[in-house]
């Protein structure tokens, strides 16, 4: 099994930022991409941002150069660098991991999600 732990939301004002960062653990032989999705209420789950092991990124319009996603592999870490935020930011922010587990089972895990509020 493998969990994900999402840490770093809030309440921010609108322009400040917020780093989120969610780490993995458990049967881990190898994370391939990850990534944050987010959840307003009364509407889908969305993507925000993705990262693939080497490193390329792809972002959500809405976020593209206000947000950075990055991964530390030594760490099973992904992060989310969000900068000049916006109150149609606030959402349930969730990360995903594509992993293979140390029995070869390849399977996409999400975390429980972290509050991010952008509010005067």
Not at 36 to 41: D, G, V
Not at 47 to 66: C, E, M, P
Request: charged residues 20%; contains cysteine.
């Amino acid at each position: 099994q493998v969990q994900l732990v999402e840490s770093g939301g809030g309440l921010v004002q609108p322009g400040g930022s917020l780093r989120l960062s969610c780490a993995a653990s458990g049967s881990i032989r190898t994370i391939y991409d990850m990534g944050w999705h987010r959840q307003a209420p009364g509407k889908q789950r969305e993507l925000v941002a993705t990262i693939t092991r080497g490193g390329s990124t792809n972002y959500a319009d809405s976020v593209k150069g206000r947000f950075t996603i990055s991964r530390d592999n030594a760490k099973n870490t992904v992060y989310l660098q969000m900068n000049s935020l916006k109150p149609e930011d606030t959402a349930v922010y969730y990360c995903n991991a594509d992993v293979l587990s140390w029995n070869y089972y390849r399977i996409e895990y999400w975390g429980q999600g972290t509050q991010v509020t952008v509010s005067s």
